[in-house]
């Protein structure tokens, strides 16, 4: 079993820069694929981004293309998420999770932090 848990949000205004990290312990994230969800109040947990075991394949949303970079630190078992150029519309709950594959549904995944809160102000 792997427990994350996720740091890094904050207030920041739109086109500002965030850097979200999720710490794993428990298990080494060598043996999950990580994902980046977030959820806006009223809305659905949606995929962001999300890196595959090894590092060789990510995945983003079309909406965070060219903006947001997932990446592992493997010896510190932690994840990032860069989000620069931020919008107001991506103030959400940011989850960290680990699955086995990478997938983009949330039940594809077995582990989650408690989030972290992401606020974008216009």
């Known amino acids: 079993q792997v427990q994350l848990v996720e740091s890094g949000g904050g207030l920041v205004q739109a086109g500002g820069s965030l850097r979200l990290s999720c710490a794993a312990s428990?298990?080494?994230?060598?043996?999950?694929?990580m994902g980046w969800f977030r959820q806006a109040p009223g809305k659905e947990r949606e995929l962001v981004a999300a890196?595959?075991?090894?590092?060789?394949?990510?995945y983003y949303a079309d909406s965070v293309k060219g903006r947001f970079t997932i990446s592992r630190g493997n010896a510190k078992n932690t994840v990032f998420l860069q989000m620069n150029s931020v919008k107001p519309e991506e103030t959400a709950l940011y989850y960290c999770?680990?699955?086995?594959?990478?997938?983009?549904?949330?039940?594809?995944?077995?582990?989650w932090g408690q989030g972290t809160q992401v606020t974008v102000s216009s």
């Open positions: 999770a680990a699955g086995p594959v990478l997938e983009t549904s949330p039940g594809n995944y077995d582990y």
């Open positions: 428990g298990r080494t994230i060598r043996d999950y694929a």
């Open positions: 890196i595959s075991r090894r590092g060789a394949s990510t």
